[in-house]
């Protein structure tokens, strides 16, 4: 009987993603905006029924329980946030820009009045102005008792506009002393008194009463938190205030009494909090791509968690040979597990084992290197700290994988391995023997072998084998080949040729001018090349067997990688802002696929990750991802959004661009949408039906065609293009069906079980940018 | 501006002691606080909190409850007796045993004809007041258990007492109690631990009360119910205090904390009405005890000695002085009197007084060593002072006025007191010598006692009209009076030379120049005159400074000018100081108009030497010595400084209640 807050809804990029909130599952996804979701709420009308606004000018109305659209209704501006209220019923209440004012950083808040008519699309004409000067934060307005006020904080001032009298009051809190950050950030409104909660800069909350008087309005100073109150929520009852910040504590406020109840340790900062209408629930949602799903005692009943973005991938993206999964730095101290195939966290492994603590410019551990064994037994991993500061603290940290506890072990931490930073590690390929090899900045590589069985009570430990120099240069990268019977050291301009086992200088092979940036020894049949790239943008080949340059190329390389399971080579190059990927096999001059402006910007990082069951694709230019599929990160932050011109430090992570090269992608970056989670369900659903990857591109034969040595490469037939296209076409539409399937699969659940309520989740745009890579569920395996 | 040599003292171990009552009356706007040591200061509302009186302490005294009633001030403490204050004279008017034990509150009826005190036996005890005396009434109550606070009903029918664990409302016509509010003891104690009710108020329609669970619980007058309970703090609520239109309330607390709570409407503009707890001020380190609503401040004051006010913004329309938080932590008289020809320093502590000696011969350096002058009796010193010769030292406390010869030779110095002062001299507010050291001036309420001193003895000669504030160059002698009247006696002549104009602010201090005979009075809203007393009215330069008004960074400080001096070398200069900063100003330069800056010491001396004349101004404010208790000038161009840092007051202050910064 009693209402079960069944479903969750979060804005998610330009879809808005139905989640179950007991199975913690992704249920379906409301699609069809064509820009970044900026609010979600529920028709006050029809519990069963659901507004969401975009950037993109439109509303839409939907009935999320079965993933319907209902209604269209098109503003014109691109919408901020969105409100609704009980009490005006066919008004929407929208943050726009002011019209007035060209300068777009300038809000204002207007009533929509809704036409009542049948049709899909509606065009709304009637906007009434308000209130103006709105802060774009969404969580800075809200609706006060039975919707007879609104209030809305920015900068330094609250506005209280009451529809009765059409006359706001405003309330300016006391500037007392120098330095105070008084700053609002977040309102929300008592629902059933006449109090308004306001969030401040200082980590204070003030509750504000008798605001209708011009200076006798007084307020109550709640202060828990020490930095920013994100977000605020009062409980439909009125009885208890949540409010969360960056420390991820939510705190319980008890509304009359001066308690209050703490939930700490929820991960990363608290960027959104919402009560389900029954307040039986209450949903945070984390900076970290993370929402927790809250009973009302407090108790943390689902976790939905998608992919960790940090600050940056520190760690190249390096995948666990046992269990398959990508691994990168996710929490800061932490190594998570990402299953690709899953698209789901698999665990986080705590590195650094040290309780994070959140402080402004505290300097943290950050774990910063880690590679794997051939088998996914042994994992080494550096972590370092000090930044900023010129002494940095760097430690070496060998694991083992312990079979009982399915976890990596600590097997042996090396502090200060080196003197100076490290700049690569690599394990030794295969399991006949355990060797490590890192190099630094201070000037020596190391190989570090695992003991013999005798050596400690505790099982062998890591100790350091050989400490190797060459002519006081910095080493900067280290490659075995695949037997291992070689290892490459570069050293700035030279690359240096050992033989592991005697630790004896085999050879130097070098091709000025420009320092050696990536390092690569080539697989199964083309082992015998080495290949390099350079800053002076060169692409050398060596053959190792004559010692000589085979062939060199002059691109403007960014990034090279080996697929371990063919002789293939994938190379990355930035020209005019813009990527280009090309993959080729070393003894082939001829690239095997090519595809010209893949996404803008640099790409960060990328790696081949290994199928799980091989394709049987005959298609010659997709042949090569028939065994592995290639993932690779970029700078999202380029310039994808003309709008914003703020460009943000922290560079937001991993959106994984699928190999899929789509024109339809490439739209979508254009207006400013990251990739999405779309494409990624594209590739999981698809796996087996995956479309021939048929993309030429005429920018690498003629970047080729121009380079010394000459290599020649043929001009596929446009045809070919034409066709694969089509094919691509089908398979996208085969695909559609298939999700289809599945939402039916769904509805059916959901009418099974209770009538639902479900609850909005609104960002702000820029916070939608940087969050929505979440990865939040995974499409269950079709 | 000139270069003085500084003699900084900071061995003066002057010990502000802690606020334990406080009563504000709002027909007068005066507010009285008494203090452990059990004496009383009477401070000014009306003029910035201005410290008119100060009835001294006695040994053994406490006061634990304040109470006015119409212009006469009653105080009781745990010795059990019941005193009126003679605010005229400064001392105890009388003194009636209540027969009930220590009392630990009085309160007085709305209608101001009788007073309720109540008992450590458990007993509420009616006094009627008299004219001249209270008369006991009636008892009420009378079961175990002490009577810690007490509030009386605005129809005066009833009254709230404070007891252990509860509180009984009494009704006044049939003598019973009426109800019993059993007040719950707090989690945080164990439950054997007693609840004590430290505060009630007695609204119109609900009791209020304060209690060492740190909770103030609301209750329904009629049926005795608890209708809201505010959790205020993990330690005690010590005080209560209540505006006049029962609209907002404050509570002291253990932790040093003021929390208001306003009685709001639940929703805007219905009839519904809630007690919220709105906001929290902390201004002490210590117990905020006592707590006292002025209208547009609120007053506090506790275990850390100092006076908070605290000004309430929302009622306030405009910036002004009064809309800036104020600490009262000095006394705002001198308690430092300093020999100028002779080098010493006398420091007037209440139950005795410390005499520094210079024995070194150089000028620079003042080595100094102490004489202690016990006091006999139990009442505190009242004012004290030293003859510029360094031969003689009088002081005065309530029962009677002393009079030493010090006399030295060499190294030793010999304390003789001087016998047989004349009788109508008995108790003095205030104690001044001629600057020849030949007559000692002793005021009392109504006139200025004349005595002459000789080696032999002293003699008295005259007695002159009133005063509290006194000055004297040999030929005149100025004295204020808490009227802030002055008059100006001819000494040669022994009479009344003529009064100033009365302003409408008290007389903070003041001074009669040596040369010019110039009368130079600072008053406690910062104003200065300068009154020519040959010519019987003010100077050219007082009225320019009227005309061309102060600058405004002048006009904010907190603290009133203590006292006023000369430099002899220099006839222009005046120096005048209070507890944060002493200023020299220079007559002879312009006055700074509104828009210059104020203070510019740091700004003249970037400047070239030729063009600093222009931007100087009559003002030279140096804020070097903190917090000051004494700026005087002696005669070979040093000035000496007495400062008693705060944090030598803070750390002999006992050890606040034990507080989690962080954490939960």
């Known amino acids: ?422 700049t690569s590690m690599c394990f030794f390929p295969t399991a006949e023997t355990t060797m490590v090899v890192t190099t630094a900045r201070d000037g020596c590589f190391k190989a570090w072998l695992l003991g013999q069985e005798s050596d400690t009570e505790n099982g062998p430990s890591w100790s350091c084998d050989f400490v190797g120099r060459y002519h006081d240069l910095q080493p900067t990268n280290c490659c075995f080949s695949a037997d291992g019977s070689l290892l490459a050291v570069s050293f700035q301009e030279v690359i240096t040729i050992w033989n592991p086992e005697t630790w004896e200088l085999l050879t130097t092979l070098c091709q000025p001018p420009g320092n050696i940036k990536d390092l690569c020894f080539g697989r199964l049949s083309c082992s015998r090349y080495l290949l390099a790239t350079t800053t002076k943008n060169m692409l050398c080949c060596w053959n190792l067997l004559t010692c000589s340059l085979e062939w060199s190329t002059s691109i403007a390389v960014t990034l090279l990688k080996a697929d371990p399971l063919s002789e293939n080579m994938a190379v990355f190059t930035l020209q005019k802002e813009q990527t280009d990927l090309f993959v080729f096999k070393p003894c082939e001059p001829r690239p095997l696929f090519t595809q010209n402006a893949l996404c803008v910007g640099e790409v960060q990082r990328a790696i081949f990750v290994p199928r799980e069951e091989p394709l049987d694709n005959c298609d010659e230019s997709s042949l090569w991802l028939n065994r592995s599929q290639l993932y690779f990160t970029i700078n999202p932050v380029c310039h994808l959004l003309p709008t914003q011109a703020v460009i943000d430090d922290s560079v937001a992570v991993t959106p994984f661009y699928l190999l899929l090269g789509k024109h339809r992608q490439r739209e979508q970056e254009m207006c400013g949408l990251p990739v999405t989670e779309q494409q990624g369900r594209l590739l999981h659903t698809a796996a087996h039906v995956l479309p021939p990857a048929s993309f030429l591109c005429n920018m690498f034969v003629k970047s080729l065609l121009i380079s010394q040595t000459g290599v020649k490469v043929e001009t596929e037939p446009s045809e070919q293009q034409a066709e694969s296209e089509k094919e691509e076409e089908e398979s996208e539409e085969e695909m559609d069906s298939c999700d289809a399937q599945q939402d039916r699969r769904v509805q059916g659940l959901g009418v099974e079980t209770v009538p639902l309520i479900s609850k909005a989740q609104e960002r702000e745009l820029k916070k939608v940018r940087r969050t929505d890579y979440s990865w939040l569920s995974c499409l269950s395996d079709s | 501006m000139g270069e003085f040599t500084v003699h900084r003292v900071r061995f003066f171990h002057y010990m502000p002691s802690g606020i334990c009552a406080m009563a504000f009356n709002r027909r007068t706007e005066r507010l009285a606080v008494a203090r452990t040591d059990g004496s009383v200061e009477l401070y000014s509302r009306t003029d910035h909190f201005f410290q008119e009186k100060v009835v001294p302490g006695r040994q053994q005294r406490s006061i634990q409850a304040l109470c006015w009633v119409g212009k006469r001030l009653f105080g009781a403490g745990l010795s059990g007796e019941i005193a009126e204050f003679d605010l005229d004279n400064l001392r105890l008017k009388f003194s009636q045993d209540a ?181 929290t001020f902390k201004n002490h380190t210590h117990d905020v005890i006592a707590l006292a609503e002025a209208d547009t401040v609120i007053i506090s004051g506790g275990m850390d000695t100092q006076l908070v006010v605290r000004p309430l913004l929302d009622k306030l329309d405009f910036k002004s002085r009064d809309s800036s938080l104020l600490k009262i932590l000095f006394p705002q008289r001198s308690l430092v009197s300093c020999a100028k020809k002779a080098g010493l320093l006398l420091f007037q502590y209440p139950t005795h007084l410390e005499l520094w000696l210079k024995t070194c011969p150089s000028v620079h350096l003042m080595c100094l060593f102490p004489v202690r002058l016990g006091l006999q009796g139990e009442d505190h010193v009242c004012c004290s002072a030293v003859a510029p010769c360094g031969e003689w030292i009088a002081y005065s406390t309530t029962s009677g006025i002393r009079l030493y010869r010090l006399q030295r030779d060499n190294k030793n110095v010999s304390i ?19 600057p020849d050291s030949s007559h000692l001036y002793g005021t009392t309420s109504s006139a200025v006692h004349v005595v002459a001193l000789t080696s032999a003895g002293c003699k008295f000669e005259h007695s002159l009209k009133p005063n509290s504030c006194v000055d004297s160059d040999g030929k005149f002698l100025a004295s204020a009076n808490s009227n802030s009247e002055i008059h100006i006696y001819n000494m040669h002549k022994l009479k009344a030379h003529c009064t100033v104009p009365v302003y409408r602010s008290g007389v903070s201090a003041m001074g009669i120049h040596p040369e010019t005979n110039n009368l130079v009075i600072v008053h406690a809203d910062h104003q200065i005159f300068e009154f020519s007393i040959e010519q019987m009215q003010y100077t050219d330069w007082s009225r320019r400074v009227q005309k061309e008004g102060l600058h405004h960074v002048w006009l904010e400080r907190d603290t009133p000018v203590i006292n006023v001096t000369f430099n002899p070398q220099n006839p222009n200069h005046v120096i005048l100081h209070d507890s944060y900063m002493f200023c020299i100003i220079d007559q002879s330069l312009p006055l700074p108009d509104r828009k210059s800056q104020f203070h510019n010491q740091l700004t003249l001396k970037s400047l070239p030497e030729a063009e600093r004349l222009k931007h100087s101004h009559a003002f030279k404010e140096c804020k070097l010595y903190q917090p000051l208790l004494c700026v005087d000038m002696l005669e070979n161009q040093s000035l000496v400084v007495v400062e008693r840092p705060l944090l030598d007051i803070t750390t002999n202050l006992p050890a606040p209640v034990r507080q989690k910064k962080f954490a939960t």
Not at chain 1, 121 to 127: G, T
């Open chain 1, 1 to 422: 009987r009693s209402r079960i807050h069944k479903f969750l809804l979060c804005a998610s990029g330009d879809l808005v993603k139905v989640f179950s909130t007991s199975t913690e599952e992704w249920v379906h996804v409301l699609q069809g905006h064509t820009n970044v979701v900026t609010g979600i709420t529920l028709n006050p009308a029809n519990q069963l029924q659901v507004y969401s606004s975009s950037a993109d000018g439109t509303v839409r109305l939907w009935d999320f329980t079965d993933g319907i659209l209902i209604k269209t209704f098109v503003i014109g501006y691109p919408i901020a946030t969105l409100l609704v209220s009980n009490k005006h019923e066919g008004i929407l209440f929208l943050v726009v820009p002011a019209k007035d004012n060209s300068n777009s950083e300038c809000l204002q808040l207007v009533a929509a009045h809704v036409p009542k008519t049948l049709e899909q699309e509606v065009e709304v004409r009637e906007l009434s102005s308000v209130l103006p000067n709105i802060s774009p934060n969404p969580r800075a307005v809200g609706f006060g008792r039975e919707g007879e006020y609104i209030a809305s904080a920015e900068g330094l001032k609250l506005i209280v506009y009451f529809f009765r009298d059409q006359k706001p009051y405003r309330s300016v809190p006391l500037i007392s002393s120098k330095g105070a950050k008084n700053t609002f950030t977040c309102v929300s409104c008592h629902p059933k008194d006449d109090c308004v909660a306001t969030g401040h800069e200082d980590g204070k909350i003030r509750l504000w009463r008798n605001f209708n008087q011009k200076k006798e309005y007084t307020y109550t100073t709640l202060h828990w938190h020490h930095s920013v109150v994100n977000t605020l929520c009062f409980t439909p009852e009125g009885t208890t205030l949540l409010s969360g910040g960056i420390e991820s504590v939510l705190v319980q406020w008890q509304y009359d009494r001066n308690s209050k109840y703490i939930l700490p340790r929820l991960g990363g900062s608290i960027t959104h909090i919402s009560v389900s209408a029954d307040g039986s629930l209450f949903t945070t949602s984390h900076s970290d791509n993370k929402i927790t799903v809250i009973q009302s005692n407090l108790k943390v009943s689902a976790v939905i968690q998608g992919l960790v973005k940090g600050e940056a991938v520190h760690t190249d993206l390096v995948i666990d040979p046992r269990s398959k999964a990508l691994v990168l730095n996710g929490k800061p101290g932490h190594l998570q597990f990402y299953s690709l195939q899953r698209d789901k966290q698999l665990y986080n492994l705590d590195i650094v084992q040290q309780e994070y603590i959140y402080q402004e410019g505290l300097d943290q551990y950050e774990v910063v290197k880690a590679a794997f064994d051939a088998h996914g037994s042994c994992l080494a991993t550096v972590e370092e700290r000090g930044k900023k500061l010129s002494d940095t603290e760097i430690t070496l940290k060998f694991w083992d994988y312990n079979e009982t506890a399915q976890s990596f072990v600590l097997n042996t931490t090396v502090m200060t391995p080196h003197d100076n930073r490290i």
């Open chain 2, 99 to 279: 027969y009930g034990g220590p009392i630990w509150s009085i309160v007085c009826n709305p209608q101001g004809t009788h007073l309720a005190a109540g008992c450590e036996d458990g007993t509420v005890k009616l006094f009627e007041i008299l004219e001249d005396q209270i008369r006991f009434e009636r008892n009420m109550g009378g079961q175990k258990g002490r009577i810690i606070s007490l509030a009386w009903h605005s129809s005066g029918t009833k009254i709230a007492a404070g007891m252990i664990d509860m509180i009984k409302v009494f009704d006044l016509d049939s003598g019973n109690a009426v109800q019993r509010l059993l007040v719950e003891r707090g989690s945080r104690m164990q439950q054997s631990q007693e609840c004590v009710v430290w505060s009630v108020l007695f609204l119109s329609d609900i009791i209020v009360s304060g209690d060492s669970a740190g909770k103030v619980k609301m209750w329904d007058v009629n049926t005795g119910t608890l209708i809201k309970n505010h959790q205020v703090t993990e330690w005690d609520v010590l005080t209560l205090s209540v505006s006049q239109d029962e609209t907002s309330l404050f509570a002291g607390t253990s932790e040093g904390t003021v929390v208001q709570f306003q009685l709001l409407d639940v929703v805007l503009g219905q009839e519904e009405k809630e007690w919220v707890r709105t906001r």
């Open chain 2, 416 to 434: 003789t007191k001087v016998p047989k002062l004349p009788k109508v001299l008995r108790h003095a507010h205030q104690l001044c010598f001629s």
